[in-house]
């Protein structure tokens, strides 16, 4: 008996409600160094000296009639360049008029625009956090001391150490612990912390508790990755955040008064806008942000580099 085949009855085309787009599902940078709005791409900031403001030079007895020991304090200042992250995309009308839904074109490249200004921001963030020679105390551990070492490493005593380094050089206890995802997989199954947690509720090591084992506030985990192939070439994926791990001290909000181990002075917040080629028969989409990571405190941080293999 005759039928139609299938391939009679139905024109295959893409369905309407599904599409696969890839993106970091959060970034971390702006956490670590909070945000300084700024008028000017460049300029300067104050620096308050250290050792003047932990100097015991009040007099204890005062004699009456004589006046109050003198002194004071000394400044000096840093400096900040921001410089703009900027991406660009065209949308050409045929290719917006044509697209199939759910593709919205001038929206996914809107979205694509955002997410390249966002990696670049997220990698050089790392560049700068995770070089040990930008803070005042570093090392690099090797052998048996690394953290996937689970017999003889012991995580929560290398981060004491450097918390209590910190203290001793600032008076100031860092705050935040930032590493990496493939860091957190091995910290999070260390027998050390395994043995933590087995009473508690979940039993399961999360970001809270990894963080109240290590004796810091909050944990920052970095999870982003990219590509790190050629246009046209296979992609070849690789984390941001690396082998290392960053203890320092960030504040909930900055001011004159308030240290932290890194700021982000941002001269605007990331912006979008749309301009016509008409020659080329476009529209183009453009995301840019200028702004730039800036470590302001190197010994509110303390950086130990490889600590897994």
Excluded at 263 to 275: L, N, V
Excluded at 287 to 303: F, H, N, Q, R
């Amino acid at each position: 008996m005759a039928q139609p085949m299938l391939s009679q009855v139905h024109i295959q085309r893409a369905v309407a409600n599904a599409a696969l787009r890839y993106s970091n599902p959060s970034y971390i940078f702006n956490q670590i160094a909070p945000v300084v709005t700024v008028a000017k791409t460049t300029d300067k900031y104050f620096i308050f000296d250290k050792a003047e403001w932990f100097r015991d030079v009040a007099e204890t007895r005062r004699r009456p009639g004589t006046r109050a020991p003198r002194g004071g304090y000394t400044l000096s200042t840093g400096e900040y360049t921001c410089e703009e992250r900027a991406q660009a995309s065209p949308v050409y009308d045929k290719i917006r008029e044509n697209a199939d839904e759910p593709l919205r074109p001038f929206e996914d490249s809107a979205a694509w625009c955002m997410q390249m200004v966002q990696l670049r921001c997220e990698r050089e963030a790392s560049n700068v956090f995770f070089t040990g020679a930008n803070w005042t105390t570093t090392s690099a551990l090797s052998g048996t001391n690394r953290w996937d070492d689970f017999v003889n490493s012991d995580p929560c005593d290398d981060i004491n150490t450097y918390i209590n380094t910190v203290q001793g050089l600032t008076g100031v206890r860092p705050n935040t612990l930032v590493i990496g995802q493939q860091v957190w997989d091995k910290l999070k199954i260390h027998p050390d912390a395994l043995d933590r947690i087995k009473y508690t509720q979940t039993g399961i090591m999360t970001e809270a508790l990894g963080a109240q084992w290590l004796g810091v506030q909050r944990m920052l985990i970095g999870s982003a990755v990219y590509n790190t192939a050629a246009e046209g070439q296979s992609a070849t994926m690789s984390y941001i955040w690396g082998k290392s791990a960053l203890l320092v001290y960030v504040t909930a909000g900055p001011s004159i008064t308030e240290p932290s181990g890194a700021y982000t002075f941002q001269r605007k917040g990331i912006a979008t806008k749309t301009y016509r080629e008409e020659a080329e028969g476009q529209d183009v989409v453009e995301v840019s942000i200028e702004t730039v990571p800036k470590i302001v405190g190197a010994d509110l941080g303390a950086l130990y580099t490889t600590v897994i293999s």
